[in-house]
């Protein structure tokens, strides 16, 4: 199917978090698919050793070393988990301690078991749906 990943993307922002990985090297052969993931069934987000892990849309807050967390997270769900990991994460496996100001406030850890995830062919140009569905209301 041909699908324009800035418009699914820009769709999906719309409901949920979407993390979209996008390969540009066009001279490298690993270089040869991007990746959008969103429509999060579960997701694990830290801010410190506070964790918040959202799964069947019920929210549980936890304090836990993220690591731990993200250990366990990955344990229950074996599959897909899209996301990412910030450099101030380094303060949970080591003693370093970062005093820099936050204006952004981003999570030091944010993971999700997607319920969609498409792959896109930069060879090709074209699209494919990996798991699960396109929302109705998105045209593709």
């Known amino acids: 199917m041909d699908i324009s990943m800035e418009n699914i993307l820009h769709a999906l922002s719309g409901y949920s978090p979407v993390i979209f ?7 490298h052969p ?24 959202m ?34 994460l380094k303060n949970f496996s080591e003693n370093l301690h970062s005093h820099n100001p936050d204006p952004v406030r981003a999570p030091d ?14 060879k090709r140009g074209d699209a494919e749906v990996l798991k699960g569905d396109l929302p109705v209301e998105i045209s593709l």
């Open 21 to 27: 990985l996008e390969s540009q090297s066009d001279e």
């Open 30 to 53: 690993a270089s040869r698919y991007s990746y959008l993931a969103g429509l999060p069934e579960a997701s694990l987000t830290a801010h410190g050793d506070k964790i918040t892990r």
């Open 55 to 88: 799964e069947e849309g019920e929210v549980q807050a936890i304090d836990q070393n993220p690591w731990d967390a993200l250990r366990e997270f990955r344990k229950d769900y074996p599959d897909w988990l899209f996301g990412y990991i910030s450099y101030d």
């Open 109 to 122: 850890l944010y993971f999700m078991k997607p319920g969609l995830v498409l792959r896109q062919n930069l």
